[in-house]
């Protein structure tokens, strides 16, 4: 084989075209790396100024208090708005994505110029702006009653009765002409009503503020978890009933059905209770259910004269709740989850109050998005009744009688008011339980 002396040193040239080819990929990997870390340091500092903006907005209510607050996150966190070319825009209701225009949430929008290395010495650019953006609020904001049916009359008053919620926020997700509707004398008070569609007044009725018409609909503020229900088979005992006069008490376990017609009362002992079907109460006895978890899969009635006291805990209801006896209705830290219809309307006193931990802190009802069946509320001037209702499927009936005061938050496919009797509503994730799953911030984008 012939040697030529012109191929000596070809390798060399290959390894030094490969080289600095090697070093350009080098060199773009490093500012790649510098742009990707100052990426994450700015969506730091968007994280952090929207939910030191959304916390602040959420108890002072004041965009330009939240601003301030969200802008000093950001800063300790390492953007300072004005300095270096950073912007720092906390913006109340956001102006971008999912949740554009809804109420409650704060938008936090970063950017920053980053200095470029080897990418200036190759293509000219010195600089290159990254930005992140994130928004967190609790949906809550000052809100107390949402309406979300886009169609048709979602918040309805008939007659002489009053709603006042003047602490709170009213949201009409309906675009009809008479989305919000006062008939007859009543009157509807709230710190503002927001409507997607328009009103309409009949009589000499009163809203007061005047509505803010053609808003953007309402987010539903919540997403709960159903409850992981329970199964379990009777061997004895399956259907304890009780028709005389002498008091009863049964134990925890599974039962096909239990029912108390007579005047004496039954006691189920505290603990936990799986009801393959109906649990009523029909007689001039009382119920006394102690504390504890109970899944009844068919109805859960009470009808009679007799009291009815609901131990602390989770009643899951597969069939319909009715409530609709004439004694007193006594139930602390109770929480009711059903798949057919609400009904709560008791002639007796009324003291019925959502739990303060756990997943369902607050919730008194909730009926998932799929059940439509009608939820139904009538309280005394003596009732005491706090929580959030959500059935965000459900048609609600909201009814007093004489001067109630509830303190509620209200999730539901529309609203009816009916009756002569004045309800006064506080903004129970604000003012009563500020820690409930309605009152937690969180980052949602």
Known sequence: MTVRDEECGQVIVFTLLSMTLLLGFLALAIDVGILFRAKRNAQ??????????????????????????GAAAASANGVTNGTGGAVVAINIPPKYGNYA??????????????????????????????????????GSGAGCIWTLARSGSDVSLTGSGALTASMCKIYDDSSASNALKLTGSGSISALSIGVAGNYSETGSGSINPTPVTGMAPAANPLNLTPPAIPTGTC??????????????????????????????????????????????????????????????????????????????????????????????????????????????????????????????????????????????LTGSGSAIIQGIVYAPGAAMTLTGSGSMTVSLDIIVDSLSLTGSGSITDTNYAVVTNPNSVLGKLAMVE
């Open 44 to 69: 730091i500092a968007a994280d952090a100024a929207a939910v030191a903006g959304a916390l602040d907005y959420k108890y002072n209510s004041s965009v330009s208090s939240a601003q301030t607050a």
């Open 101 to 138: 225009g809804f109420d409650g949430f704060v938008e936090a929008v970063v950017t920053q110029p980053n200095s470029t290395f080897f990418m200036g010495m190759l293509s000219g650019k010195t600089s290159t702006t990254v930005g992140s953006r994130a928004v967190a609020g609790s």
């Open 235 to 376: 061997s004895s005992n399956c259907n304890p009933s009780f028709s005389g006069s002498t008091n009863n008490s049964i134990g925890p376990g599974t039962y096909t059905s239990i029912s108390n017609s007579g005047s004496g009362t039954l006691t189920l002992t505290p603990g936990n209770y799986i009801i393959n079907g109906n649990l009523s109460n029909t007689g001039s006895g009382s119920l006394i259910l102690g504390a504890g978890n109970y899944t009844i899969s068919g109805n859960f009635t009470t009808t009679g004269s007799g009291s009815l006291t609901l131990g602390s805990g989770e009643y899951i209801v597969g069939g319909n709740l009715g409530l609709t006896g004439s004694g007193a209705l006594t139930g602390t830290s109770v929480s009711f989850y059903t798949e057919g219809g609400s009904t709560i309307t008791g002639s007796g006193s009324e003291d019925l109050t959502a739990p303060t931990s756990g997943p369902y802190n607050g919730v008194l009802i909730y009926q998932p998005p799929g059940d439509t069946q009608a939820v139904s």
